[in-house]
């Protein structure tokens, strides 16, 4: 499963001295001002004791007025917002709460690895449905076919790890469709709502019909560059936050109090922040994409998130685990296979992530790396 495949490849990062564009984490923090923010809760004993299980007032008021300022959406902070342990725990959470033993719930693969553990934890069944390159768009007829009467939701991740597809609107409204018609939950992991480069983020749950079957999922640990910080949310009908509070009362009560606070901050920074998540990363990306292409990979040039999927049929390679656990000792480059997203190895095979929240200079040194290819001549 993916851990293993994250802690294997980063235990080979360091073996080798290589750059990792493994995991998905930023190499750079976030907003001074925001950490001070942290640190300041902290000495004047703010949060460090434990903070309201629904989380912080102050932070469940900057989750809802978020909502409103990127996507009209009316949040009532008091009885429609719940903080979590990361966006990881808002989708564990919200599975078990929302699952019973034997229900079906489709994700579209690849996924993020948490999503099959946690509908494993739920006793639910996943129904995967494959999104294939070029494009990795949602096929509707398969969408529609994975439906059976077992189905209880569909499990969405727009802006898309690992893939970087963006859905669109109108794709959305197709999913919408059909959550109405057969009477299913959304839960919609945005954690990268705010990395978008081409189109725009639609959250599924701001679509006619969806704001009472959708739970809208997201974190400060993207949008902040603050992995570690752990402060995600949920948003939903007083309804579905109270069904996965429930769950998330024994799972960890609650998180992370100092950082609540740093984090109400953070989601009310200006617009020119938000902006420039998305213009840094652009630059990111428009340096390692065609580096790739120029080394010989096939690149998915992503839409949104921070991440590229590559094939590397085109190098002579014919499978992406072998050749990610190569790579470090050939060249000094760490990358993820993305048949550790598939239940359908073969769909992944050939298939590569690289992850470019990472300075320049490390996105300059892999492309010189895999120029070069064998470190040893
Ligand atoms: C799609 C997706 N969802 C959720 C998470 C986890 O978010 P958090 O760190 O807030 O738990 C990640 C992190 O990589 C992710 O890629």
Not at 42 to 62: H, V
Not at 150 to 176: D, Y
Not at 182 to 189: F, G, K, Q
Not at 229 to 236: E, L, R, S
Request: charged share 20%; hydrophobic share 45%.
């Amino acid at each position: 499963m993916g851990t293993t495949i994250f802690a294997e490849m980063s235990a080979l990062a360091l073996d080798t001295d290589s750059v990792n564009l493994g995991q998905g984490f930023p190499d750079v923090d976030g907003p001074h001002e925001i950490a001070a923010a942290a640190a300041a809760a902290i000495m004047e004993g703010r949060g460090n004791q434990y903070p309201p299980g629904p989380g912080i007032p102050e932070l469940r008021r900057a989750v809802a007025d978020h909502q409103k300022r990127f996507y009209a959406q009316d949040v009532d902070p008091d009885a429609e917002v719940l903080v979590t342990a990361g966006a990881t725990e808002a989708i564990a959470a919200a599975l078990i709460a929302l699952m019973e033993p034997g229900d079906e719930a489709i994700a579209f693969e690849p996924y993020y690895d948490s999503y099959a553990a946690c509908i494993a934890m739920a006793g639910g069944t996943r129904v995967p449905v494959t999104l294939r390159p070029p494009g990795f768009r949602p096929d509707l007829d398969a969408l529609r076919a994975a439906i059976t009467p077992r189905t209880r939701l569909i499990l969405l991740n727009s802006p898309h790890n690992p893939t970087g597809a963006v859905f669109s609107q109108a794709e959305l409204a197709q999913i919408a469709a059909l959550a109405c018609e057969h009477d299913l939950l959304v839960v919609s992991d945005e954690v990268y709502e705010h990395m978008v480069f081409d189109g725009e983020h639609v959250p599924i749950g701001s679509l006619p019909g969806m704001r009472e079957r959708t739970v809208t999922i997201s974190s400060a640990a993207k949008t902040f560059s603050f992995t570690g910080w752990k402060i995600g949310w949920v948003t939903a009908t007083p309804e579905l936050v109270t069904a996965v509070r429930t769950v998330k009362q024994f799972l960890t009560y609650v998180t992370g109090g100092p950082f609540q606070y740093a984090v109400a901050e953070a989601l009310a920074m200006p617009d020119a922040y938000y902006a420039s998540i998305a213009a840094d990363l652009r630059v990111k990306r428009d340096l390692l994409c065609p580096g790739l292409a120029e080394a010989g990979f096939e690149v998915y040039q992503p839409a949104g998130t921070f991440f590229v999927t590559t094939d590397i049929r085109g190098l002579g390679e014919k499978d992406g685990m072998e050749f990610c656990r190569e790579l470090p000792r050939r060249v000094g480059v760490v990358a993820i296979p993305s048949s550790v997203f598939y239940d359908d190895q073969e769909a992944g095979r050939t298939q590569v992530r690289f992850a470019f929240c990472k300075k320049e200079e490390v996105l300059r040194e892999a492309l010189a790396r895999l120029a070069g290819r064998d470190r040893d001549g």
